[in-house]
């Protein structure tokens, strides 16, 4: 009797695997709201445990490793570039196993497992080294969750409610972006390391739980299946379909509305003469259409824009204004509240007017008011306001290139999965398409701080800001060019 017990539990979470007895709390734990809200947790406790230490990484260098005061912008910027460019190199391999391995779960909680082993090495570490290898860990498990994450959420609410669900995910994500700089600050001025970390594992224990909890679509169909007369569809087919009996109308009709056009599928069309490898990894020939190329192109300055943020922010808030980490975190609050609050509506903006509208008007936005950044002076606290007033402007812009680059590409590669059936057969490469987004992303993480960091060193925190205003205006004008064709609206069903 003692010995089935551990069985008896294991069965019941999940983890050992009955198909004859359903897991307790199935109905419940496979359903859309429950996957959606674990992921949606799980890509917060993500960027949360990553901005956490944002604010207080100036002076944990400082006051923990000795770092001289002349090498701490150098050393801020290489930690923040060592995350991305470890979720960078690994996120394509994620990519590829991801779309072979029989379930999405056991990738999704190994991630959350690697992020507890690098938030450990960061609490512990005394070495810069040590630092940088826990960034590394922590670079690896962001690519393990957003990649898997995103796959679990089109898998559970289906490519018609993809608009929908990433507004909802990012705007709750947002909040982690928003929360975390200010929160890590007080933690860190009030408490120290030990504050700071407490909250981190918290976050963590709760994720665990979450993940631990949650059934994925492909398992839950194996245990439909077994339950389902011989008719059912095989378990590989339904994988990526939509449970009709539980989708009401509202969720069925397209994010993306406006009347089916008859065009072309040239554009669209895939040859079959292609190398080996671009079988085995589908989304390579995708990479030669300039629009999905665009939309790359965009994700990249995305993530570069934040990422020059998070470098300079808390550095120019001790240089300029002498600001303690807990009022250096406070600044990321205007770009945190704006992002919440005006997220969505740019992606109900995106549902109805299209990516193209939203992505011109929100570069064009943001390249003119980073260069009021240029206005900034060292000086008392009437300036460190206004440098808040002013980073709340730029929110406004960062809110408003949140969804067209990801929903722009989503609706290419669904237009090409429609067209070439062949080709891909039964499966969607969503997979690939969130890896080589977070590859994307990642890049733009790496690349921002050290970009930023190198231009206010050596060109001033104003002249620094005229050069990302002019990266901009770029993506404004290849947005107007390239972004959100008529083509891209509908493809054939």
Known sequence: MTGSTPQSLLTALGFKRDYSRKPTGFSWRRSKWFVIYVVSLALWTDLFLYSLVVPILPFLLRDRLDVPQSQVQ????????AFAASSLGFSPVIGYISDLVSTRQAPFFLGLLVLLGSTALFLLGQTLLVLFVARI?????????????????VEAVGTENLGKTMGGIFGFVAFGNLLSPPLGGFLYDKTGNKGVFTAAFAVLLVDFILRALVIEPRISERYESHFQSPTQLPADQAYDCVDARTTDHEETSPLLPGPIRSFSSDSYTISPDLPPICHKIPILPCLADLRFLSSVFLTLVQATLLGSFDATVPTLAQEYYGLSSLHAGLLFLPLGITNLALGPIFGMCVDRFGTKVVAVGAYSYLSLSLCFLRLL????SSQALMYGGMLGVCGIG?????????????????????????????KKPYAQLYALNNMVFSAGLALGPELAGELKQGIGYGNMNAVLAGVCAVAALLSYRYIGGSQDRNAPR
Do not use: D, K, R
């Open 398 to 426: 960062m809110a408003g290139i949140n969804s067209p680059a990801i929903v722009e590409a989503s609706l290419i590669i669904e237009n090409y999965y429609e067209f070439n059936p062949s080709f891909f057969g039964h």
């Open 137 to 153: 860990l922590q670079g690896l498990s962001a690519a393990l969750v957003w990649t898997v994450g995103l796959v679990l959420c």
């Open 74 to 81: 150098g050393c801020v910027s290489g930690l923040l570039a």
């Open 377 to 380: 002076q060292p000086g008392a």
